[in-house]
């Protein structure tokens, strides 16, 4: 136990409370070598928190489950809420290394210096979004962890604890790959602690910790309001849904005879991502009454419902809005070999939120980037993404609105939000134009499809989807 | 695929949309032997629910992740929300057969029997509290089932899953281990559908959905008012809290001297509990200002902050209003080897929740078995569970009051709520030694610790806690 100075939890409690309501997300992050005394440190910290809001989060070495999921997920998954604090014992940094040294393949299907960027970028869309991200780092000499390792041997209830430290030191040359990292630009700096001294490691672990609430506390506080006008340029003119909408057209028999291969094939799809247990999210965005939900109903019609997951996405929950945008979205991307449809997405960003004015300017401006990252590290877990935009005219909207209207079976589905969307068709072009435009890449397309033939859209949608999905099978 | 009969999907529209509206959970089991045919059934199901409100939830083999938590754990978790549906692809039934024939005693740490019980009462606190549970039994001849296997070999894509039914067939007696449940009493009746004749199982899946829906949406409509009253006793006299709270008192040395030797055992209690990879839950109820955070607070302060969790509960969210009141709490509990603190628990039931006429007399009456038969089913899982009641006079109280008053770093503890709670002050004391009274289980018992004096409050839980713990690891 570090006995710890009275003064240094009155302290934290003060900067906690005041992060608590300012609402600021923290992470505290703490890596260093087994037997460091990196868990003394932790522990000191973790009680001048308060339990309410405070979360410990020990990463171990990577379970079956974790290697089913991004190699981000766990952390992700994790992320405090605005206000809370994490404490991160061991973190993605030690995840990392314990995945190469184990040579671990099942969730990372390209060299491990790309996930190398995932976790750069990971810190730094949360650190744009408003996360303080603090990171230490405990330094021992080898005579101190040959102490602490003694102590452990010398308890007979923690010997196996012991015995466990020592295959793992073994097995791991954790602190040379931790160098690197040290040595690496990041998002968040680090902290070096230096464990031979306890009483000035201990001080200085507060000591920064102090600076670095009391600096975003005052970021915060004199924080200017945002520009949130979504910049949108009156009488915009479309470039990218200037189709001849009369011209796509299916009829009856033929959409039959088409449609049924690809649905076969998609059924073949799904086992085949089952056996090479890789992911595939579809996701599905467009106008009101576009066709979504009949879309993926086709697409899905004959797989196993064992293996896919549709998500709906509406307006975020008071829990979710108290995250970065993106976690819902994590925390729902499928497992190794399954699907996930998306009907509305992560897009919503710049979409709505554009729109509407809950995110700001600089948000949904950073937002392409940030969306392309987060898309680009489910790729590096041997992911397929292919994006649907079905795209309606103006006229065929109103059709489909009032029979939507007429039909006591369909009125349910028309909400007086349909109507208020509808006053925003040429914002609603813009952004979905300027979307497609910044996230079109070729680890996961988009394919812009004319949506006022239902018939014609739903053979054309799952046409690209199986294509592309049969070419990355392939790979 | 099975050809649905379009009124069947407008019929499940009408009535999903109307449980929805009425805020009724369902959930819908579908069960059969491998290749029974049941796949597809369950998939024509799901062609006709809305995404939003539908999930659709497998069960399959016990991984090692199921290990770790108790065994109805991953069935808590997937709960419905008020409004939706669940489609279970298999369930607790499948998982139980599949734990038996591995034998798996990881997180069973009772003769499978008991296990059934839980199962049962699981059912009926769901039924109890408003939960549609619909279950199916879909039975096919062998020659249909080896037709059903057949059509897999044949097509290259689906051979693996072909080989995988085959293994999975010899290995576990899934249906005579079923049959046993079909027999026994269940809180929610099963359908059997005869997959012989295909046309008619589907209908007969439908029309019994059919049915379930219309019964309890007509049932939820004619609800009449419930009693709200809590029942209280005016002048009350407590027969528990009758402690001389002068005569209990511990002055600092000794105070000192006690509590880290307690301190100690109870790190080696987490050595211990990590070894035999038993989970413990620390519950902790009493007033408002009894000292419960202190208390926790010295109980872990000797233990490794990796293997705990501390859940300080407050107000539900919205999310978890929309659940059975256990669900936060089950999915909270500790996975095998680690502890979790709850600082107040799932017994605001039977305290706030009784006391503020949040749960009607019905509810909260019900709640003492459903409490005891939640906690036993943890037991069975290797749980220990000891709970904590601090009890303070109210003269005592109201000192703490005026003290967090006065002191600028205490004051943020202190709300008007705690001061609308002390008016209620009689009508807690009833309520707290009622709940003492029925639920001080011998697998999960109470220590009513006076609080008055907050060292020997310290030690004394501290050391109940670690006697209780001791004695159950040496068993």
Redesign the interface.
């Known amino acids: 136990?570090i006995d710890l100075d009275k003064d240094f939890e009155?302290k934290m409690?003060?900067l906690s409370?005041r992060t608590h309501e300012l609402e600021i997300p923290v992470m505290i992050i703490i890596e260093g070598a087994l037997a460091s005394g990196k868990?003394r440190l932790?522990?000191a910290l973790?009680?001048t928190l308060?339990?309410?809001y405070?979360?410990?989060f020990?990463t171990h070495p990577p379970?079956?489950?974790d290697k089913r999921y991004p190699f981000l997920y766990p952390f992700w998954k994790a992320l405090p809420k605005n206000g809370d604090i994490n404490?991160h014992?061991r973190s993605w940094y030690a995840h990392l290394i314990d995945y190469e040294a184990q040579g671990i393949k099942d969730n990372i299907r390209v060299d491990y210096k790309y996930i190398r960027d995932d976790i750069y970028n990971f810190e730094k869309t949360l650190i744009d979004r408003g996360y303080e991200i603090i990171k230490f780092y405990v330094h021992a000499d080898d005579d101190v962890k040959k102490e602490h390792l003694k102590a452990l041997e010398e308890?007979p209830?923690?010997q196996?604890?012991a015995e466990e430290f020592q295959e793992r030191m073994d097995n791991v040359n954790y602190e040379k790959e931790m160098e690197i990292f040290l040595e690496n630009p990041t998002p968040s700096p680090w902290t070096i602690l230096d464990f031979k001294d306890e009483q000035s490691s201990v001080e200085s672990l507060f000591e920064t910790i102090f600076d670095r609430l009391e600096r975003c506390i005052e970021h915060r506080e004199k924080k200017k309001k945002p520009n949130v006008d979504g910049e949108f340029i009156e009488n915009y003119k479309p470039t990218l849904f200037n189709f001849d909408f009369d011209k796509e057209s299916l009829d009856k028999d033929d959409y039959k005879d088409k449609l049924e291969p690809l649905q076969m094939r998609m059924?073949?799809i799904q086992?085949?991502l089952y056996?090479k247990k890789m992911p595939l999210l579809l996701v599905y965005e467009g106008m009101d009454a576009a066709g979504k939900?009949g879309n993926?109903?086709r697409t899905?019609?004959?797989?196993?419902?064992?293996?896919?997951?549709?998500n709906?996405v509406?307006a975020p929950?008071?829990?979710e809005l108290a995250h970065h945008y993106l976690w819902r979205f994590y925390i729902d991307v499928p497992r190794s070999g399954h699907i996930s449809?998306f009907?509305r997405s992560w897009y919503g960003r710049v979409l709505v939120e554009r729109i509407e004015g809950f995110a700001t300017n600089k948000e949904w401006k950073e937002a392409y980037q940030e969306i392309n990252n987060f898309e680009k590290s489910l790729v590096h877990s041997g992911a397929i993404i292919v994006k649907i935009f079905l795209s309606l005219d103006k006229d065929e909207q109103l059709e489909r609105f009032k029979d939507r209207e007429k039909d006591p079976?369909k009125e349910?589905k028309l909400t007086d939000e349909d109507w208020r969307n509808r006053d925003k068709w040429d914002q609603y072009i813009q952004a979905s134009e300027e979307m497609i435009f910044n996230t079109n890449t070729s680890e996961a397309p988009w394919y812009v499809i004319p949506g006022n033939n239902k018939r014609y859209a739903r053979v054309e949608a799952l046409k690209r989807i199986v294509e592309f999905c049969e070419r990355r099978l392939e790979e």
């Open positions: 136990m009155m409690g003060h409370r868990s932790a522990n973790y009680m308060d339990a309410k405070t979360d410990f020990a379970m079956e489950v404490i014992f308890n209830a923690s196996w604890k059924r073949e086992f085949k056996e939900g993926i109903k899905r019609m004959f797989l196993d419902p064992t293996g896919y997951t549709i709906a509406s929950t008071e829990i449809f009907d079976d349910w």
